[in-house]
């Protein structure tokens, strides 16, 4: 992956609590926190998008599904448009974990089990899906909640009967696993902790077998791996919206030196701290 560039804020119009559509600038890069998951549509540009363990790539006129949790995000577009243009449609558990119940059957029969996405997953967009975001733009603008949610769910049901119905069904499977969902709310708190592994397993409450079983069954990842990966993109937001001193990036971000920090640093983004904060002129001690 190429070295971290500077973040450029993102111009965003608030359509309602569940739609937004927003514009980005070709070479940006950012790690976003996704508290609900959500549906990202790409009207023009490219995005990239990684976890611990997976990248999805989304071209204009595709679409994603991102289950919550911490990414990052590189954007780019082409040279015919100034700027990427996206839509997000974000998902509250409650709403999804009614979707689960009420159409179990038709999931399960959608489901394909030699799919293996575990928090991201790309997903086919035809006519009758691109009209029926659309159609959530109209409903959002004459402020009809009820109808708003039928089409939330009439949108989830076109997916699931398109070519990746059954990425999207194993996504929403989890919705249903509250170990998982436990799992990712213990993690999210507690990645930054000085904590053995064994530590980590009886604070969550279970032995040390089961936590790690239940962690690569939720995560795809060993616990160490994602951890590492978080810290790492803790610590990058820090380098590019902070002046901390790196060696203090590198304690705050659970690394035992600055020396650990630099060497995981450059396995991951292929450049240091350092040369990160001379490319954005900030003070690198």
Not at 174 to 183: A, E, I, P
Not at 191 to 207: I, P, Q, T, V
Not at 226 to 236: F, N, S
């Amino acid at each position: 992956m190429g070295n971290p560039i500077e973040l450029v804020s993102q111009c965003e119009l608030q359509i309602s609590n569940r739609l937004i559509k927003s514009f980005f600038n070709s070479g940006e890069s950012e790690v976003k926190t996704i508290y609900e998951d959500v549906l990202l549509y790409v009207q023009m540009g490219t995005i990239t998008i990684q976890s611990a363990d997976e990248t999805l790539t989304i071209q204009a006129g595709e679409a994603g599904f991102i289950r919550r949790g911490e990414y990052l995000f590189e954007y780019s577009s082409d040279a015919t448009v100034a700027k990427g243009e996206m839509i997000s449609v974000f998902f509250s558990a409650d709403f999804l974990t009614s979707f689960v119940q009420r159409h179990a059957e038709i999931l399960v029969s959608f489901l394909s089990l030699e799919q293996q996405s575990r928090v991201i997953a790309k997903l086919a967009v035809n006519s009758l899906v691109e009209q029926t975001i659309d159609g959530l733009f109209s409903i959002a603008e004459f402020m009809l909640p009820g109808i708003h949610e039928l089409k939330l769910e009439e949108l989830l049901l076109l997916i699931v009967h398109s070519s990746s119905g059954g990425e999207l069904c194993r996504l929403l499977r989890q919705q249903t696993n509250r170990s998982s969902d436990r799992l990712h709310v213990f993690m999210e708190k507690h990645y930054l902790k000085e904590w053995k592994l064994s530590e980590y397993a009886k604070e969550f409450g279970a032995s040390l077998t089961t936590f790690k079983e239940l962690f690569h069954e939720v995560f795809g990842v060993s616990p160490r791996a994602w951890i590492t990966e978080r810290r790492l993109l803790y610590a990058y937001n820090l380098l590019i919206s902070s002046e901390t001193r790196i060696v203090d990036i590198a304690i705050e971000a659970g690394f035992s030196s600055q020396s650990y920090f630099t060497q995981s640093y450059r396995r991951r983004f292929g450049t240091t701290p350092s040369k990160v904060r001379t490319q954005l002129s900030l003070p690198a001690d």
